[in-house]
């Protein structure tokens, strides 16, 4: 029993007795504390709604150019895209060096990279004019004759969000123009025109001549800090309300009683199910599977000290994470100490302890006698918790803070109930306001306080009689308000508007009536909807079905307390229907109800034991809903997200014996629902009627509990399955423990590079270079036998469903098109004009293929010996790289000893994707160790058109992990690889400016391919910026001890302006109120 529950089962005369009889004593300490109250509570909360209207110093920059009085390229990459605004002045002599070939006089994008026209601006020669060019639109141009005439004297062309405008001062448009005699002039407008700026690029050199200048104000209105009177402001606003707080204290104590201990007597003792729990949660901790935005908020939380502000990574343009990013201010503090993921997650074990601690020793009390009484309870309520926080909440998303958030505002409210005090009530408003905006799907928490509303009223009503309404609600309006100076501290109001405008309008933003989509991803059989997320899910509607059942038939559940009960229920119920008004609809937005999940598992609990469901027949139908769940939740996959997966069984599909263990469940199921009919209809639904043991008689009675317990283990059975299936192979499980051990750069150390693959090359025995891929067969093969266009086939994601982003098909979710072919003009060793993958040099590496036009003929090709080096352990592989649609057996190795005697054939593993350039491997354990030579035997007998294959000569690579490979230079990091890389640099961004990365790490083909959109140039991400300044690179990469796993990818970025320097920006501080803006955010599209 808590200390509570004695005050709340008085009735209310009681309180109302006690305040009047101190109400005659006419303490004048009572009229202070009352005067305090309203006079701190409506200050404190004034100077919170004032944080967010109060002058910021803003990190202003500004771009110029030419830097040093040189025409030199800079690289100046904006992480908002575009400028505030941007002048240009050219002197009409600057335009003398172009020619043909050096054609560009000014661009704000390399006019190399794809897309460059469509999105940058680009003062260029085009034939016989000298043409401005703004995002694939003329705005004016002029002939090269008169530019370098004697009456032009400039160009001058602003770009500002409402208009870009060019002239050619001095000059006039001729007869055949549209406007004879008028200047030479243009305009466009109704539109944002602005160019993207990465940099600004010049195909001229030497010194600069004089008038030339460029200057673009660089958008940093989020690269601001609170001034001295905003700061002022906002710790005078805390200090007030927690004066107010104290003189509401005061006021409580107005009731004559003494003060009730906080927490329930014998709290801190242990019981055997805490350390089940505990047990569990720390086991899990270590080998448990993480959420898909682990890396996402990992990286924004790194990045976001050296930027000054929290800003969205990965998409929408740099805009701030506000007003949801205070959780993730506290992650850039605790990654102080080491970004490993088993310190970072931490955090979260902490909040998953404390929240079984609020369930076990406030939730559980709370609700009656019978749920303290019944062992079922606890054990279900645990079972009902861990099944949510396992698969949901092991991650840095907010869900975990959350969940632990909604439970405490619901604590905290019924202590207010409780005690007749409010002074919990303002401390539940506090919670709840800072669960709110934890996240999006800290919506959830307003049920906590709704639920409440009605006696919370009544508790005011009686205390207004003697203090009057203003001293009890000002420090709780306060209380409510005060967490808007944690959201503003050190942004503005009018930013915070246009940042989610921006958001809203670039999207994902569903609507509320899109809520089916979430149940629709739960119903798929992808992570999104597997075993260990379906199931606890319909867990929850069926322990809040039957709860609102019985409350409904018997106005409470019998045994418990109705008023907790019926608030618990509420919560649960406003929590389902708030978070229809996330813009984003992931079952990962589940984790919220882990906490409820445990409370309302309590109460479905005592709803069905026998004592409040008499009927055994109820008992056996709702077990047999219970099977139907796990039926339904079995025909799922048990696969979990990224690298997680590695090595659990059945992650893709369940084996079969003569059926499945989803229909295994579904005739215990019909089992079930016909033993229930069979009691109906013989008359033995009567209670007592088989006697039976104890024990069975408390798993009948709790198959929710038993049901989800299975469901626990197997999730922590195949998570552990699957780091022992791994050894010594990496696994989450071994990473972590490897980081108790000082390392903790989690797969940097485990991923294999291939530097150099032309140095792994195998020479041959007893053939020129260029002739020996084809030396002893060659029928129907060809160096050119290659179609220009090899790109990848697209890939069904096996681990999401449509993510509701806008892709931008121009780009390329891999970012590279170096292993999508094409030709190039001079021909390599052996004659062909192949462009190569993998940075492979034409003049060494001799190609063959079997693509043909026409009629199709069978092809075969036998190359010849090639010298296997001896074994080593820094070359494990034999790999090539091959393109094309075949089968593994169409390609073989086939390996001899010195006398050239075959010794055996084996087929490469191919990872894919086909039909773009890849590479093939096989492990050298496979290769007899007699073995000093190999050839390959390729053969094509598919005559379908685009059946073909194309190979390179055999490598044996040596291999150095990424770790030492890339260290610590600046890398773009994919937001779903960036939890498995803690130790390589995510590229930072200072004054509205990236860094500009050296390497980019992918997650495995359809990872890359689901994902890339979230950062590409229609979401205002780093591809639309990467993509338009450098050139990526596939690098060779393999996964040690699993080298046929496709684990992701790493890219070598190279810049395509080389000499391009670094950008000096011109740096100051303006002041600003919270409602200047300077200008609006412009969206790719």
Known sequence: MTTDEPLARRGDSTAGNATEKVAGNGDGEYRRARLLAIVTGFLGALLAVAT????????????????????????????????????????????????????????????????????????QRSGG???????????????????????????????????????????TQGPKDAKPGQPRAGERGGYDFRPQIVGIFTDLSG????????????????????????????????????????ALHTLDTADGRRHKRFMPEGWWKPRPLDALVGAVLVWWHFVGANTSDDGYILTMARVAEGSGYMANYYRWFGTPESPFGWYYDLLTIWAHVSTASVWMRLPTLAMGLLCWAVISREVIPRLGRAARTNPVVPWTAAAMFLAF???????????????????????????????????????????????????????????????????????VSKRAKRFGYAALLAPILAAGLVTLIVIFRDQTLVGEIQANALKSAVGPSLNWFDEHVRYER??????????????????????????????????????????????????????????????????????????????????????VTAAAMRSPRNRTLYAAIVLFVLSLSFSSVNGWWYVSNFGVPWSNSFPQWHFGISTVFFGLSVLAILIAAWMHFTGRDHPGRTPVHPVLARLAESPLAVGTWIVVVWSIFSLTAGMINQYPAWSVGRSNLDALRGNGCGLANDVMVEEDPNAGMLQPIDAPIGQALAADTNIMFDPNGIPSDVSADEENNPQGSDSFVERDKSGNANGSQDTEGGTTIAAGVNGSRARLPFDLKPETTPVMGSYQVGPQRSARLLSSWYRL???????????????GRFDPVELQVQFAGEDGKVLGAISFADLGPSPAWRNLRMSRDAIPTQATRI??????????PQHWVAI??????????????????????????????????????????IEIPQWRILPDRFGAEANSPVMDYLGGGPLGITELLLKATPVPTYLQNDWFRDWGALQRFTPYYRNATEAQLQLGTAVHSGLWTPGPLRKSR
């Open 52 to 123: 967010p209207l109060l002058p910021v110093r803003q990190d202003t920059a500004q771009l110029n150019w030419p830097q040093n009085n040189t025409l030199a390229s800079v690289d100046a990459p904006l992480i908002g895209y575009v400028p505030t605004d941007l002048t240009i002045t050219v002197p009409c002599a600057a335009a003398k060096g172009l020619d043909a070939h050096n054609n560009v006089l000014l661009s704000t994008v390399p006019k190399q990279a794809p897309n460059a026209v469509d999105r940058g601006m680009l003062i």
């Open 129 to 171: 004019d000298l043409v401005v060019i703004v995002r694939n639109v003329p705005v004016v141009s002029a002939p090269f004759s008169e530019v370098l005439g004697p009456n032009c004297q400039r160009l001058e062309v602003s770009a500002h969000s409402d208009k870009v405008t060019g002239e050619f001062v001095g000059l």
């Open 207 to 246: 010194p600069a001549p004089e008038g030339l200048k460029l200057s673009a104000t660089v958008d940093t209105r989020y690269s601001s800090s609170p001034t001295v009177a905003k700061f002022i402001a906002m710790i005078l606003g805390v200090l007030l309300t927690a004066i107010s707080l104290v």
């Open 389 to 459: 926080w396992l698969p949901f909440n092991n991650g840095l998303r907010p869900e975990p803070i959350i969940a632990l958030g909604i439970l405490l505002t619901w604590c905290s409210v019924e202590r207010s109930i409780a005690t007749n005090r409010l002074l919990p009530a303002a401390a539940a408003c506090i919670i709840g306001a800072l669960t709110l905006f934890s996240g999006p799907t800290g919506i959830a928490s307003i049920g906590a306080l709704l639920v409440a509303i009605g006696p919370l009223r009544t508790i």
């Open 522 to 607: 739960l119903f798929l059989p992808t992570t999104d909807g597997a075993i260990s997320r379906r199931f606890p899910v319909l867990a929850l509607v069926i322990a809040l079905g039957v709860a609102v059942a019985m409350t409904l038939r018997k106005n409470k559940i019998p045994g418990t307390a109705s008023g907790p009960s019926r608030r618990i229920i509420g919560i649960t119920l406003i929590s389902f229907v708030a978070i229809m008004f996330t813009p984003t609809k992931w079952t990962h937005h589940f984790g919220v109800f882990a906490g409820l999940a445990g409370s309302l598992g309590a109460l479905a609990a005592v709803a």
């Open 869 to 883: 080096p001896p074994k080593d352990a820094t070359k494990p592989l034999l790999v090539l790289a091959a393109a």
């Open 935 to 944: 050839r390959l035997l390729v053969t094509d007998d598919d005559l379908a």
């Open 952 to 993: 390179t000569p055999p490598r044996v690579p040596s291999l150095r992990s990424l770790q030492a490979v890339v260290g610590s230079d600046p890398v773009f990091l994919d937001w779903l690889v960036g939890l498995a890389f803690p130790c390589q640099r995510p590229f930072g961004h200072k004054n509205g400016v």
